[in-house]
């Protein structure tokens, strides 16, 4: 019997030997005469030793059948993955003996633990396997030459301490064998712990170290958490490439999806909570029949372009999404297109909680992130049109209103599920953003993670769905330090700068990862070598997304990079990490100013914009940031350790630190502050908080909330089967206004009238005519956004909404990104000068000039959104006048005169008796509208009245159906069901 440590160290590889056992021209001799020393000669023996030795190893590796041979992959410990760039540097690599995968098949017997056939110590479940240690993964190969995992540890945030006063658990441990002639360590990852043997103690040491180091190094570190608790580090703190740009509306940000979708070269990430194959991405829709996300998918699937799609299982009695459908349309696109649904609610005892992420990343280049869905119904511009008969923008079941009804069948897309002639569409808005650089790679690795561990769980054996690796910031003064000579050219009258393209075999620098091997597919010198977009922006004039040109082993000149810091001015007190302040900004570079006036904004060059532009206002200039990727995740949903709340830390600390301003959108607002025991989310009580201070310190400060006027669920409100409607706006108006748990409830204790000069709460309505000469209709815009500005310099964009399903991290899987402007531009705020950030100041002024219906040489009016001249005058006075306008028109609801559902039913039969029909939600006008002029009664044209709207903004009615119990009773069975289900 032959133990581990006696094994031979030359494997055989029987599909190989052929292969390169021809042409071998091996050096042997050659070296000798060159070392033995020359009479008369002042060199040493040593400097001929080293020469001899360097042209031996140039001879030898010079030859590409040696090279890639099994014998010198083990000698060298190099692989196929050693120097793909787009996975990181090499850091180590051997065989290992694992027992937790599948038999893999050998024709001999060189995987087996025990090369004796007469006692087998293991029972023949261990087999040797080839690791490959990455920074921040170990993968797990056949063979060398293999590209494909068996098996991928993806470094995940460790537990706390395990109380053996080590500080914290180690990613790798040795193992103490029974048999003091086995060698052993474990791997833990998330809830994974793998265990594997090496040949010796000493390999096992090298191994621990290895791992250990290559988890917790700087700048990503994944192995410790980061500011706000998160997994990923704060990104732009140098020139890394961070960029970001906003999309306001589905129809800036589907175009942008739409192009980088086009010009996808490697893979594709489709993460959502609905995604619909027949969804058209652009508009009208018959003029662009290529733009339907089947097709588009389609024509990059035939092009070689791998398509991974993560969709949400969901649960049929709940939801109408239909991801069983989804999935089978996407698999008969192309065998390229992968689809796994998640989770499975048997296997995982999972019911409650959805994966609510929207993502969209190409080629590990760009990622499209926030609240927009690839699905019907949000398609949308900012005129928010209620009619489109006959059908140019939305048809078929794409004309969605989901207060009205859910589609029963997902079949005939094409097919009209609401009456267009008589029924509005829910207009749909929205905010999306567009990351570049390190942070999409940061949410890439996310999609990885979240993919891995379905696959595991759904198809562990189905070698069709593959396991992920995640890419590394190849992005070279992020990873090795700060360039400063780099060599470029300008290769177009723009100035476009972009990386030359060299052989893998050029000049290089020392400090770089010198490329030993070349694998057979890549020598020829491919374009698209290794599948890697990397690239270097001009940041007011960027190339076109994907037409760059692959990143070069370029001469680099490399400085140090120290410890990853937190941003300026936005340190989180959570006890995760201490950081040395000062010594961060002494490295981050000084911040470009620009001394322009508030007429920035109309003299501002569309052309700035970037790649995705447009005329409407919708579209965000695209700028360098600093950023950070913030999620919700736990076990259930990630296969994480622990449960990541970093969204929810980021919103606490964020509004903490707000000095003027906070600007919040989203679809939900059900918070609560301390003490209460029902709500565990505090984003209200971090407001409650700031606005105390700032009446005790009598200064100014505005908190302004949008959010919808109704949820967006099927059901009048005084239906039998809109319990689950009335549920959500009991949490919501018990956060907002009703009882001892209430914000301005507590704030009215103490602020009296002057509350609304702190915070305040409005909705979005549109209008319009349904077809020529048809109804004049009205319907909420129902807001989705999840977003929050903070003194016009700092965003928060993502998916999660404002409660406990998305906040606490245990439940609902959310994505979402803080920003923070590099760029500061000239601003106002609270009538003094400010430098505000580019990215923030444009996307609220754009909401608002959205919103307040502002032409854009009237946008200076609210430059400064703490003034009274901007607050009250324009933002409070425009809400209030669009609300009494609506009401005087078609009594819609929500309103503040209905505080009953006896006056709710009262006002419903009213309406439906003088029109003859009506919408859920009271939405149609009558023919003429009556008023007593003069003891006369006038009748005008409902859209005279309605002329007088402008934009969407009106004041959210916080005392409708006031004297009401919102929350289900015995007799609906919402009752029995437990309430985080609506909060």
Known sequence: MVHDDDEADDETFASHADEYAKNRDVPSSAALPIIRPALGRQQSVSDRAKSAMQGYLNHFLGNISIVNSPEVCKFLEVSKLSFLPEYGPKLKEDYVMVKHLPKIPKDDDSRKCCTSSCFSCCNDNWQKVWAVLKPGFL????????????????????????????????????????????????????????????????????????????????????????????????????EDGSQAQWFVDGQAAFDAIASSIEDARSEIFICGWWVCPELYLRRPFDIHASSRLDNLLEAKAKQGVQIYILLYKEVALALKINSVYSKRKLLSIHENVRVLRYPDHFSSGVYLWSHHEKLVIVDNHICFIGGLDLCFGRYDSSEHKVGDCPPLIWPGKDFYNPRESEPNSWEDTMKDELDRRNYPRMPW????????????????????????????????????????????????????????????ENN???????????????????????????TRDESEGDPKMNGLNSFIHHVDKPIKVGGGLPFSFRRVKIEAVGQDTPMKGFVDDLGYMHYDEKKSLDRVPHVEQQSTGPEWWETQERGDQGDFADESGQVGPRVSCRCQVIRSVSQWS????????????????????????????????????????????????????RIMLAYNENKSFRVIIVIPLLPGFQGGLDDSGAASVRAIMHWQYRTICRGQNSILHNLYELLG??????????????????????????SQVYVHSKIMIVDDRISLIGSANINDRSLLGSRDSEIGVVIEDRELIGSYMDGKPWKAGKFSLTLRLSLWSEHLGLPAEEVNQIMDPIIESSYKDIWMATAKTNTAIYQDVFSCVPNDL???????????????????????DLGIAPQKLESYHDGDIKSTDPLERLASVRGHLVSFPLEFMCQESLRPGFSESEYYAAAQVFH
């Not at 301490?161 to 360590?185: C, M, Q, T, V, Y």
């Not at 990885?448 to 070279?476: C, D, F, G, S, T």
């Not at 502050?673 to 407001?687: F, K, P, T």
């Open 638 to 689: 990630a296969g994480t350790s622990q449960t990541e709340e970093s969204i929810h830390n980021a919103y606490c600390s964020l509004i903490e630190k707000a000095e003027h301003f906070i600007y919040i959108e989203n679809q939900f607002f059900i918070s609560g502050l301390s003490g209460d025991e029902m709500i565990r989310n505090r984003v209200l009580e971090a407001l409650y908080r």
């Open 898 to 920: 209905i505080h009953t559902r006896l006056a709710f039913r009262q006002s419903v039969a009213f309406w439906k008796e003088r029109i003859g029909h009506t919408t859920i």
């Open 492 to 518: 177009n009258a723009e100035n476009h700068r972009v990386i030359k393209r060299e052989d893998s075999f050029s000049s290089l620098s020392q400090e770089q990862d010198v490329p030993l091997l070349l």
């Open 139 to 238: 993968a797990l190969l056949a063979d060398p030459f293999d590209k494909q995992p068996l098996d991928i540890i993806v470094f995940d945030v460790l537990p706390p301490s395990d109380g053996n006063g080590d500080g914290r658990l180690s990613l790798a441990s040795e193992i103490k064998e029974r048999n003091p002639l086995r060698h052993s360590f474990k791997v833990t990852c998330g809830i994974r712990s793998i265990r594997i043997r090496g040949k010796s103690s000493s390999k096992v040491k090298d191994w621990v170290a290895a791992i250990n180091d290559a988890g917790l190094r700087p700048p990503e570190g994944w192995c410790y958490p980061h500011r706000y608790g998160s997994f990923a580090p704060p990104r732009g703190l140098i």
């Open 753 to 778: 009238s002057k509350i609304h000069d702190y915070i305040s709460f409005f909705g979005l309505r549109s209008y319009g005519r349904l077809f020529d000469g048809g109804p004049v209709a009205t």
């Open 429 to 488: 808005h929205d905010v999306h953003c567009a990351l570049w650089g390190p942070p999409c790679r940061d949410i890439a690795r996310h999609f990885v993670q979240r993919w891995n561990y379905a696959k595991r769980n759904k198809a562990p054996y189905e070698e069709a769905i593959p396991l992920l690796m995640p890419q590394h910031h190849m992005v070279i003064p992020h990873y090795l330090g700060r360039s400063t000579e780099m060599e470029i």
